[in-house]
């Protein structure tokens, strides 16, 4: 076979090849692996291992940032008491943790406040605001959220309370009432600014970090023997935020992650530490980690436990505190899983009949507004689409969360949709948003969103195929040749894990294991062999042509490789996402 001849694979897509420039794993492939995902010769230096000093921008050049570290530079100088409001997923407990850490560091002991998903919703609400600043704070700082609360901020600035917002969501071109607004996404952001709109807001608050710090250095306020904090212990928290939020793990997004990692590894942080046991995490987490197993469980808080539990848990010192409360949240993320299981069920019933869509809306009634996020993203990868998935309370008002494909900006159409009166409220950013729609207004938001997106999803669509970077006999799984493709990482969003082609192979002991899960051996002509699994395809065509296969029957495998920790010495298996017949 040549490398790129599959036009149609059993999953209905042509195999295209990433990297024109051949796949001759002989050369260098941690440099092969960097020019096929867009680095040039010259740059390629610098992301061979990603370092901050060589992606770290000058945080003044984001706008407000200075104004923003002068302020609480004022506040921590006058004994002024701080409060964090942070958004109750991953991004906002880590934003929040990370200045909590900080700002106990320079002597101040912030306010912390998360708010809880079923009873106040997304985002600092007025009342919240009002009570801050009724228990003391002057000065609060939104993180992960703010960018669209205008009537909340506008009741803060009235109570007296003063407003920093550090958010990466979009923005409209008003921005709401604060001291400053902090957000890589400002419309009249500056060109270099707006260059890191893909960071999380962990990485903002990470920014806001350095500049508060430049600026308290240069008040004098370490000059006497002062212990100047040391933001580099924090990055655990930014690499988390980071790829839980599925931020693409770009320019300075991934020095934060792969140093952020090295952080982890030293386990510094006892939450990190104890979450990490809980999730059965035996070696040092790798950035899948960071996504599959320590994020959900942060998350499980605030979906369907107690919304303060992430943030609580990042910020103790108490080991026996942070066991507690990291089995806490592993209960919170089993409860979380069963909850998921049944939306997703009928989540995809629903869809189904909308399979011509150029945007799937599906909505019912009791579905539980912690998990609908989750539900939207299985539907965007079964069906190759933008998804939106709505639970609908008793009063018939929906909650909803969506996820997007690559080329589609889903939040430039919700804020479209709110400014036309479809939504009470919603935004986000290009891959994922949230909404809150009025009872009856489902039918209304789904057409105006499939309309106003149909030009965009047919050209992402059209533009769809599984991209291949090296094609393999069934002897070149090894291990060996992980080892050698993590060295192109940390890989996640938009900074793709290498995709292999593996074959001509037969399959053996094929089988479903677990909720779906297609587990199998591959065996090459010269009898060598490895592991594989195709995770929840086994009600899927290309699933069920794998589980239906004949004995004498040789098949082309496309997927992820990954060291085979069962098997041990230089084994690898194989996660599938795609099969052809050979």
């Given at each position: 076979?040549?490398?790129?001849?599959?036009?149609?694979?059993?999953?209905?897509?042509?195999?295209?090849?990433?990297?024109?420039?051949?796949?001759?794993?002989?050369?260098?492939?941690?440099?092969?692996?960097?020019?096929?995902?867009?680095?040039t010769q010259a740059d390629l230096p610098r992301h061979r291992s990603p370092r901050l000093r060589d992606f770290l921008p000058d945080p003044s050049t984001f706008r407000d940032m200075d104004k923003a570290a002068a302020r609480v530079a004022d506040a921590i100088e006058a004994g002024e008491t701080i409060a964090l409001f942070g958004d109750y997923d991953v991004d906002g407990a880590t934003s929040a943790a990370l200045l909590a850490r900080l700002l106990r560091q320079l002597g101040a002991e912030p306010m912390l406040y998360i708010p809880d998903r079923l009873m106040e919703g997304y985002g600092p609400s007025g009342a919240a605001l009002v009570e801050l600043k009724r228990r003391g704070a002057g000065l609060c700082i939104t993180v992960d959220c703010g960018a669209q609360a205008f009537a909340a901020l506008d009741e803060a600035a009235a109570a007296g309370l003063e407003v920093i917002v550090c958010d990466h969501h979009k923005c409209?071109?008003?921005?709401?009432?604060?001291?400053?607004?902090?957000?890589?996404?400002?419309?009249?952001?500056?060109?270099?600014?707006?260059?890191?709109?893909?960071?999380?807001?962990?990485?903002?608050?990470?920014?806001?970090?350095?500049?508060?710090?430049?600026?308290?250095?240069?008040?004098?306020?370490f000059v006497d023997g002062a212990p100047e904090p040391d933001l580099l212990p924090l990055l655990d928290l930014v690499a988390l935020g980071t790829v839980a939020d599925v931020a693409k793990l770009q320019t300075l997004n991934r020095a934060f992650v792969t140093q952020g990692l090295k952080v982890m590894a030293s386990q510094r942080n006892v939450g990190l530490t104890a979450l990490a046991?809980?999730?059965?995490?035996?070696?040092a987490p790798a950035a899948r980690d960071l996504g599959f197993a320590l994020g959900p469980r942060i998350n499980a808080g605030g979906r369907v436990g107690e919304a303060d539990l992430g943030v609580r848990l990042l910020t103790t010192e108490d080991a026996a505190e942070a066991e507690e409360i990291a089995a806490r949240l592993d209960r919170y993320n089993e409860e979380r899983r069963a909850i998921e299981a049944a939306v997703t069920e009928a989540a995809l019933?629903?869809?189904?009949?909308?399979?011509?869509?150029?945007?799937?809306?599906?909505?019912?009634?009791?579905?539980?507004?912690?998990?609908?996020g989750i539900v939207a993203s299985r539907l965007k990868e079964r069906f190759r689409r933008p998804a939106l998935v709505i639970?609908?309370?008793?009063?018939?008002?929906?909650?909803?969360?969506?996820?997007?494909?690559?080329?589609?900006?889903?939040?430039?159409?919700?804020?479209?949709?709110?400014?036309?009166?479809?939504?009470?409220?919603?935004?986000?950013?290009?891959?994922?948003?949230?909404v809150t729609v009025a009872p009856g207004g489902t039918e209304a938001l789904h057409a105006f969103l499939a309309e106003r997106l149909a030009d965009e999803v047919a050209a992402a669509r059209a533009g769809q195929a599984l991209v291949i970077d090296a094609v393999l006999a069934a002897g070149g799984v090894a291990g060996a040749l992980c080892d050698r493709?993590?060295?192109?990482?940390?890989?996640?969003?938009?900074?793709?894990?290498?995709?292999?082609?593996?074959?001509?192979?037969?399959?053996?002991?094929?089988?479903?294991?677990?909720?779906?899960?297609?587990?199998?051996?591959?065996?090459?002509?010269?009898?060598?062999g490895f592991k594989a699994i195709a995770f929840r395809a086994a009600d899927r065509e290309w699933g069920q042509a794998l589980l239906g296969a004949r004995p004498d029957q040789r098949f082309w495998l496309a997927g992820v490789l990954k060291r085979d920790e069962w098997t041990g010495g230089d084994a690898a298996e194989m996660h599938l996402e795609d099969a052809a017949y050979a």
């Amino acid at each position: 076979m040549s490398r790129l001849d599959i036009e149609r694979s059993l999953s209905g897509q042509p195999w295209r090849w990433r990297y024109q420039g051949g796949d001759d794993l002989t050369r260098d492939l941690t440099d092969q692996l960097l020019l096929a995902r867009g680095i040039t010769q010259a740059d390629l230096p610098r992301h061979r291992s990603p370092r901050l000093r060589d992606f770290l921008p000058d945080p003044s050049t984001f706008r407000d940032m200075d104004k923003a570290a002068a302020r609480v530079a004022d506040a921590i100088e006058a004994g002024e008491t701080i409060a964090l409001f942070g958004d109750y997923d991953v991004d906002g407990a880590t934003s929040a943790a990370l200045l909590a850490r900080l700002l106990r560091q320079l002597g101040a002991e912030p306010m912390l406040y998360i708010p809880d998903r079923l009873m106040e919703g997304y985002g600092p609400s007025g009342a919240a605001l009002v009570e801050l600043k009724r228990r003391g704070a002057g000065l609060c700082i939104t993180v992960d959220c703010g960018a669209q609360a205008f009537a909340a901020l506008d009741e803060a600035a009235a109570a007296g309370l003063e407003v920093i917002v550090c958010d990466h969501h979009k923005c409209d071109a008003t921005l709401p009432t604060a001291c400053a607004v902090i957000n890589p996404n400002r419309l009249d952001e500056s060109e270099l600014g707006a260059a890191h709109g893909h960071l999380a807001a962990v990485g903002m608050a990470f920014l806001l970090g350095v500049a508060l710090l430049r600026e308290l250095r240069r008040r004098g306020r370490f000059v006497d023997g002062a212990p100047e904090p040391d933001l580099l212990p924090l990055l655990d928290l930014v690499a988390l935020g980071t790829v839980a939020d599925v931020a693409k793990l770009q320019t300075l997004n991934r020095a934060f992650v792969t140093q952020g990692l090295k952080v982890m590894a030293s386990q510094r942080n006892v939450g990190l530490t104890a979450l990490a046991r809980v999730a059965g995490l035996k070696k040092a987490p790798a950035a899948r980690d960071l996504g599959f197993a320590l994020g959900p469980r942060i998350n499980a808080g605030g979906r369907v436990g107690e919304a303060d539990l992430g943030v609580r848990l990042l910020t103790t010192e108490d080991a026996a505190e942070a066991e507690e409360i990291a089995a806490r949240l592993d209960r919170y993320n089993e409860e979380r899983r069963a909850i998921e299981a049944a939306v997703t069920e009928a989540a995809l019933e629903a869809a189904e009949a909308q399979a011509d869509s150029a945007l799937l809306c599906v909505a019912g009634a009791g579905w539980h507004p912690g998990v609908v996020g989750i539900v939207a993203s299985r539907l965007k990868e079964r069906f190759r689409r933008p998804a939106l998935v709505i639970g609908l309370d008793e009063d018939g008002v929906g909650k909803g969360s969506g996820r997007s494909i690559s080329g589609v900006d889903l939040g430039a159409a919700i804020l479209a949709a709110r400014d036309t009166g479809l939504l009470l409220a919603g935004g986000g950013h290009a891959m994922a948003a949230g909404v809150t729609v009025a009872p009856g207004g489902t039918e209304a938001l789904h057409a105006f969103l499939a309309e106003r997106l149909a030009d965009e999803v047919a050209a992402a669509r059209a533009g769809q195929a599984l991209v291949i970077d090296a094609v393999l006999a069934a002897g070149g799984v090894a291990g060996a040749l992980c080892d050698r493709i993590e060295a192109a990482g940390p890989y996640g969003a938009g900074w793709p894990a290498p995709r292999v082609a593996v074959g001509p192979v037969r399959l053996l002991n094929v089988g479903v294991v677990g909720q779906g899960h297609v587990r199998l051996r591959a065996v090459g002509d010269d009898q060598r062999g490895f592991k594989a699994i195709a995770f929840r395809a086994a009600d899927r065509e290309w699933g069920q042509a794998l589980l239906g296969a004949r004995p004498d029957q040789r098949f082309w495998l496309a997927g992820v490789l990954k060291r085979d920790e069962w098997t041990g010495g230089d084994a690898a298996e194989m996660h599938l996402e795609d099969a052809a017949y050979a």
